[in-house]
């Protein structure tokens, strides 16, 4: 096969792996449509929301005898759930989840009446949806294009390594500056951003969007050092581009950042009892400063 034919290999497999990737990840919306007694009902609900303020809840409901309510609670927290009701706006039905902290998750579904009927949404499971701060446009561009090329040039590699005199040095190196730029530069500032920390892979944590970039990035050092050496040079890139096709297959932000509440809430509590505290002192030049709380 041509050199052409080969590129055009690669971006079908890398384009189809990035929108697999996409479509299966936590954070996609979950859409679907539903009946309430003869009417129809079509909702996109929300799994991610960046930035400041509430996450907006919609759903179009053109029936207006149909009411309801959207259901929440902290994800994983021991708590009842919250009530909020939904408020009609021409055709669509809206509410609004609560800010969180980066990494805070909320769990919720949405529950509908018309009459004695009852729907729920979308159908006997909830939704989480994780909070995260605002990434600026550029950084997050920057990442994702060198990420993209990246995976081109792993899968463009490993096709590569099947031909019979394979270029492999110049690839493997474009490969592992565009991961380095991508996922150990870019990567790790997006992640600061959205989640207030710039790296929780191993060996400050399990994320796993952290992880695999890591895994991916050893890898194909180590193809290197094999081309280099002309050790089993084809073989170790084959397996170079094979792992990072699979570990980039992985839904996107799966096993991701997640506050745990329990943390914060004690946090706060030993905070709140300093605050509290009766009287505290404060040495100024030879004398004391007493204020009572």
């Not at 034919?5 to 449509?33: D, E, F, N």
């Not at 930035?51 to 994983?76: A, E, M, N, W």
């Not at 759930?81 to 009609?88: E, G, N, P, Q």
């Not at 994320?207 to 050092?221: C, E, H, P, S, Y």
Request: proline share 5%; hydrophobic share 45%.
């Amino acid at each position: 096969m041509r050199t052409s034919g080969l590129w055009i290999l690669a971006i079908l497999i890398t384009l189809a792996s990035a929108v697999y990737q996409r479509k299966t990840g936590p954070t996609y919306p979950v859409k679907g449509s539903n009946e309430i007694t003869g009417s129809k009902i079509t909702y996109k609900l929300l799994r991610s929301h960046g930035g400041k303020g509430d996450q907006p809840v919609v759903i179009t409901v053109p029936d207006t005898s149909i009411s309801g309510f959207l259901i929440f609670k902290r994800y994983k927290a021991k708590e009842k759930w919250s009530r909020i009701k939904l408020v009609r706006n021409g055709k669509q039905l809206k509410a609004a989840l609560p800010h969180q902290p980066p990494a805070g998750k909320l769990e919720y579904y949405i529950e509908l009446a018309k009459g004695a009927s009852i729907l729920t949404l979308p159908g006997n499971k909830t939704i989480v949806t994780r909070f995260k701060g605002a990434v600026p446009l550029a950084v997050l561009i920057s990442h994702i294009f060198f990420m993209f090329f990246a995976m081109l040039l792993s899968t463009r590699t490993g096709i590569e390594s099947l031909r019979t005199s394979p270029n492999l040095k110049s690839y493997a190196l474009w490969t592992i500056g565009l991961l380095f730029i991508g996922g150990l530069i870019f990567g790790p500032i997006v992640q600061k951003y959205a989640f207030g920390a710039f790296w929780t892979g191993i060996p400050y944590g399990t994320d796993l969007t952290d992880n695999k970039t890591l895994i991916a990035f050893v890898v194909w050092l180590i193809a290197l050092i094999a081309i280099i050496k002309n050790k089993k040079a084809r073989l170790w890139t084959l397996f170079a581009a094979l792992v990072t096709l699979a570990i980039f297959m992985i839904p996107h932000s799966m096993h991701g950042s997640e506050l745990d509440y329990s943390k914060l809430e004690t946090h706060a509590a030993s905070l709140s009892a300093i605050i509290t505290c009766s009287i505290w002192t404060i040495p100024v030049g030879e004398g004391v400063f007493r204020t009572k709380k």
